[in-house]
């Protein structure tokens, strides 16, 4: 049986075929036949290459028989160097990845299978495959052991063979790409990155896959993308190119990442096309401080400094991890959609640095059914090829949608450079219609949207709600952007429209690690019952926040008569305080002036105003004192429809920090004591 017959192809299977040649392969047969060990591109380039139609089985067969006659185990090192010392050459298939030593005016290359990093490497050889200078490559290596040449140095490479192409002929690829429509490119680039398409439905989703390859061809991008276990965070830019460097958690140093000062080796930012930091959650930063600060430099400058010199490279750099979701969407638990992230980067400076989010809780899983079996790009061909188009300038079409004069000149750089990135990969021939360039354009501004979207929950003061956009940008499809919108929206709430009795509102933050991430309001619930006397506490979660509530208590057992409380009947009813919306911990002391409030409106018989929330701590002397998280309370405040708000008079400088369009829609009341509090929060008796 022929290949075809036994893996029948589409029409775009056959058009791909002719249009391309050897630069494609049938998917599933690479997968079929991956050869261990080898990358995934060095496997199709090999069945591209020598597998013919009629006598695949065969030839699969010799392959695989050469792959393991010259690819050597890994324990078994020490018996290719006996050989090599016995015999005076070997032929292996390695990785091969070469420097240039200058001050010894000598070239060498680094192999795994001898493990030696000091393999001489003719000139002529570097000159026909400049690619080993360029991070390396596979091929079939022929060794000689001459010790008399280079006592130091006694391995020398005889002969290359590649198993990657070279440089690829742009034109052709461009000119290929102008006999497919833009659905039937969709499908062949996510073909050649291994999905097949039938598995996804939708056209959003599609574009959304392949917005992951967006840094192999954009410079200088900086992505994220959190999600759901198993979608393939980083299988396409794995598997797409050997210019890709990942990190897969664990620790990270600046010796690694930009140069080494010991041995003045670039790390891996100016080694490699994009560097991706996988399971970024579980990622440490050696030296975290001066990492995470360099990081931010070249992340927005695309330089690095490290001891007196400066290193410029146009690496892209992605960072990829678990989000915990609830259906289609991000768990309502977070905050924040970057809480995942380790601590040390949860710095509004380096996240606004981050031109795109990609929503990875939109992703498919990735199962049998979803894997490519069609005909695709060879890897290698198409990593090389996306690599090349990083040299493309679309900016022309860019600058005709008019981006809105409100944005940073960040926000600006993200949709132009993500839009840049979406172009050279749906349109390499420069060919876009405006229909199409528009809703690539509105995806990029998507993907920066969700960064600012965050970056207002982290940073209120700093950064205030706007749209980030063009004219005449259709609306985001994005369901957790809309849910966003919605959500900042007043919700209905009974306090918002009644006054009653003993039930107040208290503005607390949210804390995970102990850092402060988001606002929340707390429900204080207060009922005097008679027959009785003292306090009792319900629905309380931490010793902090029950210690509020019993000062709260002796501060009304001490002033009860300014309060306008009857002696008799502070003494023969006792205060039951119930608190409602405490499902995870909360910040505790700031509810003091809350809990008084209520306390004092259910001994009273006192309503309390509608739509009012405070946040502030009280002593037994009735002064109210500052407070933490000001502006993530105030913002909890409005957002859940809240419209007179009591803060400590100690906080009022940080009322600036809180955007203009939250502040026209409320009042902020400073108060320095209790009294000031309960005669502005209690209706009259």
Same mark, same amino acid.
């Given at each position: 049986?022929?290949?075809?017959?036994?893996?029948?192809?589409?029409?775009?299977?056959?058009?791909?075929?002719?249009?391309?040649?050897?630069?494609?392969?049938?998917?599933?047969?690479?997968?079929?036949?991956?050869?261990?060990?080898?990358?995934?591109?060095?496997?199709?380039?090999?069945?591209?290459?020598?597998?013919?139609?009629?006598?695949?089985?065969?030839?699969?067969?010799?392959?695989? &028989?050469?792959?393991?006659?010259?690819?050597?185990?890994?324990?078994?090192?020490?018996?290719?160097?006996?050989?090599?010392?016995?015999?005076?050459?070997?032929?292996?298939?390695?990785?091969?990845?070469?420097?240039?030593?200058?001050?010894?005016?000598?070239?060498?290359?680094?192999?795994?299978?001898?493990?030696?990093?000091?393999?001489?490497?003719?000139?002529?050889?570097?000159?026909?495959?400049?690619?080993?200078?360029?991070?390396?490559?596979?091929?079939?290596?022929?060794?000689?052991?001459?010790?008399?040449?280079? &006592?130091?140095?006694?391995?020398?490479?005889?002969?290359? =063979? /590649?198993?990657?192409?070279?440089?690829?002929?742009?034109?052709?690829?461009?000119?290929?790409?102008?006999?497919?429509?833009?659905?039937?490119?969709?499908?062949?680039?996510? &073909?050649?990155?291994?999905?097949?398409?039938?598995?996804?439905?939708?056209?959003?989703?599609?574009?959304?896959?392949?917005?992951?390859?967006?840094?192999?061809?954009?410079?200088?991008?900086?992505?994220?993308?959190?999600?759901?276990?198993?979608?393939?965070?980083?299988?396409?830019?794995?598997?797409?190119?050997?210019?890709?460097?990942?990190?897969?958690?664990?620790?990270?140093?600046?010796?690694?990442?930009?140069?080494?000062?010991?041995?003045?080796?670039?790390?891996?930012?100016?080694?490699?096309?994009?560097?991706?930091?996988?399971?970024?959650?579980?990622?440490?930063?050696?030296?975290?401080?001066?990492?995470?600060?360099?990081?931010?430099?070249?992340?927005?400058?695309?330089?690095?400094?490290?001891?007196?010199?400066?290193?410029?490279?146009?690496?892209?750099?992605?960072?990829?991890?678990?989000?915990?979701?609830?259906?289609?969407?991000?768990?309502?638990?977070?905050?924040?959609?970057?809480?995942?992230? /380790?601590?040390?980067?949860?710095?509004?400076?380096?996240?606004?640095?981050?031109?795109?989010?990609?929503?990875?809780?939109?992703?498919?899983?990735?199962?049998?059914?979803?894997?490519?079996?069609?005909?695709?790009?060879?890897?290698?061909?198409?990593?090389?090829? %996306?690599?090349?188009?990083?040299?493309?300038?679309?900016?022309?079409?860019?600058?005709?949608?008019?981006?809105?004069?409100?944005?940073?000149?960040?926000?600006?750089?993200?949709?132009?450079?993500?839009?840049?990135?979406?172009? #050279?990969?749906?349109?390499?021939?420069?060919?876009?219609?405006?229909?199409? %360039?528009?809703?690539?354009?509105?995806?990029?501004?998507? %993907?920066?949207?969700?960064?600012?979207?965050?970056?207002?929950?982290?940073?209120?003061?700093?950064?205030?709600?706007?749209?980030?956009?063009?004219?005449?940008?259709?609306?985001?499809?994005?369901?957790?952007? *809309?849910?966003?919108?919605?959500?900042?929206?007043?919700?209905?709430?009974?306090?918002?429209?009644?006054?009653?009795?003993?039930?107040?509102?208290?503005?607390?933050?949210?804390?995970?690690?102990?850092?402060?991430?988001?606002?929340?309001?707390?429900?204080?619930?207060?009922?005097?019952?008679?027959?009785?006397?003292?306090?009792?506490?319900?629905?309380?979660?931490?010793?902090?926040?029950?210690?509020?509530?019993?000062?709260?208590?002796? !501060?009304? #057992?001490?002033?009860? %008569?300014?309060?306008?409380?009857?002696?008799?009947?502070?003494?023969?009813?006792?205060?039951?305080?119930?608190?409602?919306?405490?499902?995870?911990?909360?910040?505790?002391?700031?509810?003091?002036?809350?809990? !008084?409030?209520?306390?004092?409106?259910?001994?009273?018989?006192?309503?309390?105003?509608?739509?009012?929330?405070?946040?502030?701590?009280? =002593?037994?002397?009735?002064?109210?004192?500052?407070?933490?998280?000001?502006?993530?309370?105030?913002?909890?405040?409005?957002?859940?429809?809240?419209?007179?708000?009591?803060?400590?008079?100690?906080?009022?400088?940080?009322?600036?920090?809180?955007?203009?369009?939250?502040?026209?829609?409320?009042?902020?009341?400073?108060? *320095?004591?209790?009294?000031?509090?309960?005669?502005?929060?209690?209706?009259?008796?």
């Amino acid at each position: 049986m022929s290949l075809y017959e036994e893996h029948p192809l589409t029409e775009l299977d056959q058009k791909a075929r002719t249009t391309f040649g050897e630069h494609v392969v049938v998917k599933a047969l690479a997968q079929q036949a991956a050869f261990h060990r080898l990358p995934r591109f060095v496997s199709e380039y090999l069945i591209a290459k020598f597998v013919k139609p009629e006598t695949w089985r065969q030839d699969l067969e010799r392959i695989q &028989q050469r792959i393991r006659d010259s690819l050597p185990e890994l324990e078994h090192r020490e018996l290719l160097k006996e050989k090599l010392l016995r015999s005076g050459e070997v032929t292996v298939i390695d990785f091969i990845e070469a420097r240039v030593d200058l001050r010894n005016q000598q070239r060498f290359a680094r192999m795994q299978a001898i493990q030696d990093d000091r393999i001489r490497v003719p000139a002529s050889v570097l000159e026909q495959h400049p690619g080993l200078l360029l991070g390396g490559l596979w091929g079939t290596v022929k060794l000689r052991f001459t010790p008399e040449i280079d &006592q130091d140095a006694p391995v020398e490479v005889v002969t290359f =063979t /590649p198993f990657q192409i070279g440089p690829p002929d742009l034109s052709a690829y461009k000119t290929g790409r102008a006999q497919f429509t833009t659905d039937e490119w969709l499908c062949l680039l996510l &073909q050649s990155a291994g999905y097949a398409p039938d598995a996804i439905a939708d056209r959003r989703t599609r574009l959304l896959l392949l917005t992951r390859l967006v840094p192999l061809v954009q410079r200088n991008v900086n992505f994220i993308e959190l999600g759901p276990r198993q979608t393939g965070k980083t299988f396409l830019l794995r598997n797409v190119s050997p210019r890709v460097f990942t990190l897969s958690g664990g620790k990270t140093t600046p010796a690694n990442l930009f140069v080494n000062l010991s041995t003045k080796a670039v790390g891996i930012l100016g080694t490699r096309k994009v560097v991706v930091f996988d399971e970024i959650a579980h990622t440490e930063f050696g030296d975290e401080e001066a990492t995470v600060s360099t990081l931010k430099d070249y992340m927005e400058s695309g330089q690095y400094s490290r001891g007196a010199r400066s290193y410029a490279t146009d690496a892209s750099l992605v960072f990829a991890g678990n989000l915990d979701v609830d259906g289609d969407l991000p768990s309502p638990h977070y905050g924040h959609l970057f809480e995942p992230l /380790p601590e040390s980067l949860i710095d509004s400076a380096f996240l606004d640095r981050i031109h795109g989010y990609i929503p990875g809780w939109e992703m498919p899983k990735i199962t049998p059914s979803s894997l490519s079996r069609g005909v695709g790009f060879v890897t290698d061909y198409f990593g090389e090829v %996306l690599i090349r188009l990083r040299e493309e300038d679309h900016s022309h079409h860019i600058r005709a949608l008019n981006l809105d004069r409100t944005m940073t000149k960040r926000d600006a750089t993200a949709v132009e450079r993500i839009t840049s990135g979406l172009i #050279k990969l749906l349109f390499p021939h420069g060919q876009i219609p405006d229909d199409e %360039l528009r809703e690539l354009a509105g995806l990029a501004c998507e %993907l920066r949207q969700r960064v600012h979207h965050q970056l207002c929950l982290i940073a209120p003061g700093e950064f205030k709600p706007r749209a980030i956009g063009f004219d005449g940008m259709a609306a985001h499809a994005a369901r957790d952007l *809309r849910v966003a919108a919605e959500a900042s929206s007043p919700r209905e709430d009974r306090l918002n429209n009644e006054a009653v009795v003993g039930s107040v509102s208290g503005l607390v933050v949210l804390e995970r690690n102990g850092k402060p991430y988001a606002g929340d309001v707390a429900l204080i619930q207060v009922a005097a019952i008679v027959g009785s006397s003292g306090l009792e506490v319900t629905g309380l979660h931490g010793q902090v926040l029950k210690d509020s509530v019993t000062t709260a208590y002796n !501060v009304v #057992k001490r002033h009860f %008569l300014e309060f306008g409380i009857a002696e008799s009947r502070f003494r023969e009813q006792k205060v039951a305080v119930h608190l409602v919306r405490i499902a995870q911990p909360k910040d505790g002391p700031s509810a003091g002036i809350a809990f !008084v409030t209520g306390i004092v409106s259910a001994l009273t018989g006192r309503a309390i105003v509608p739509a009012c929330a405070m946040t502030g701590e009280v =002593t037994l002397f009735g002064e109210v004192h500052g407070v933490g998280g000001i502006p993530l309370k105030i913002l909890a405040g409005a957002k859940a429809g809240r419209k007179l708000i009591f803060i400590p008079a100690d906080n009022a400088k940080e009322v600036s920090q809180v955007p203009d369009e939250v502040l026209a829609q409320i009042e902020i009341v400073p108060v *320095r004591t209790i009294q000031e509090v309960l005669e502005r929060a209690l209706q009259p008796a």
